[in-house]
């Protein structure tokens, strides 16, 4: 029996607190899938353990309210890409260019899924929360 495979893009969110150092810890990821259309992501809400132990002196409160804005920006993109394969792809190209910030987007990269559904959670489970996730 053959299944349908779909090829979607992904990045994932880096916290970088300095710059200059190259040192992050990976928060988040959003995923673009052009068919079916697909616009999905998933964020660490708070600073996890990892985080803390990484960057100790930075503001909790801060990473927060910034994840937070950053969650109200990609519901809306989520909204309007809504079956729209191009406008889609265009809003995810933005969203993940690459600038200067403490919160950055890492490379895009590709998958294959059988269930675009499950892409967001399985790479945020995968890749932020470095859990053991079944290919």
Known sequence: M??????CNYALLQYLPHPETGEFVNVGVVVHCGAPSAFDFALE?????RVKAMFPRQGE?????TICGLRRELE???????????????????????REATFRFGEIRTILATDVGTVAEDLFRRYVRMEEVAP
Not at 2 to 7: E, G, N, R, T
Not at 61 to 65: D, G, I, L, R, S
């Open 2 to 7: 053959k299944h349908a495979c779909f090829a």
């Open 45 to 49: 809400e708070t600073m996890t353990a």
């Open 61 to 65: 409160a801060t990473f927060a309210a």
């Open 76 to 98: 809306r993109i989520r909204a309007a890409v809504s079956g729209d394969p191009d406008r889609g792809l265009r809003l995810f190209a933005e969203v993940v260019r690459r």
